[in-house]
C-alpha cells in the first residue's frame, strides 16, 4: 500500500487534486475525523467524517492515530485502520505532512499542491523541497504526476 499525502494552501486546489487521483486511479480518499462544526450549505460529500469531542476521545482510546492536527481549535485526526487498498490519498496541512514523515514506517509520497488563485498561510511550515513532488494545479501536467506517484 502506498500513501499519498497532499499539503498545500487554501486555494490551492490540493482537494481537486485528491478526488482526480480518486477517480482516475486506484486511490481511496481518506477523510479525517473531525470535531468541526458543520457548515452551513455543507456539501454532502465533505471533506470530514464529523464526531463530537466525546466521540473522537473515545475513538482515539480505542484505535490507533497515525496524526492529530489542531487548526482553529479544531481537531483532524487520521486513524491507521482507515489505511485500505493498494493507494490511498491523504490532504492536510504540513503538520499532518511532518507528522506521518516522522511515525508512518509504510510506503509514502508527500506532494506539495500550488495553484494561481492559492492564498498563502503562516500554517504551512515546511519548503517545497521537503516533498517528493510539487504540483501546480493550474500550470502542471496531472498525467504525468499520476504516471510518477500510482
Not at 29 to 46: F, G, H
Not at 88 to 101: A, M, P, S, T
Not at 122 to 142: A, G, K
Request: aromatic share 10%.
Amino acid at each position: 500500500m502506498r500513501l499519498i499525502v497532499i499539503s498545500g494552501a487554501k486555494n490551492s486546489k490540493k482537494d481537486l487534486l485528491a478526488h482526480r487521483l480518486a477517480n482516475n486511479s486506484d486511490c481511496i480518499w481518506i477523510k479525517p475525523y473531525s470535531n468541526r462544526s458543520v457548515p452551513v450549505n455543507a456539501d454532502p460529500d465533505d471533506r470530514f467524517i464529523r464526531l463530537n469531542d466525546s466521540q473522537l476521545d473515545d475513538k482515539m482510546m480505542k484505535e490507533v492515530p497515525l496524526t492529530e492536527t489542531v487548526v482553529n481549535g479544531n481537531r483532524y485526526v487520521f486513524f491507521e485502520n482507515q489505511l485500505k487498498g493498494a493507494y490511498c490519498v491523504i490532504v492536510g496541512d504540513d503538520r499532518v505532512v511532518f507528522n506521518l514523515l516522522n511515525n508512518y514506517k509504510g510506503d509514502m509520497v508527500t506532494i506539495k499542491c500550488h495553484s494561481d488563485s492559492e492564498k498563502p498561510s503562516p500554517r504551512f511550515l515546511m519548503s517545497d523541497e521537503e516533498f517528493d513532488f510539487v504540483f501546480n494545479y493550474d500550470t502542471d501536467d496531472y498525467d504525468s504526476l499520476e504516471a510518477m506517484i500510482i
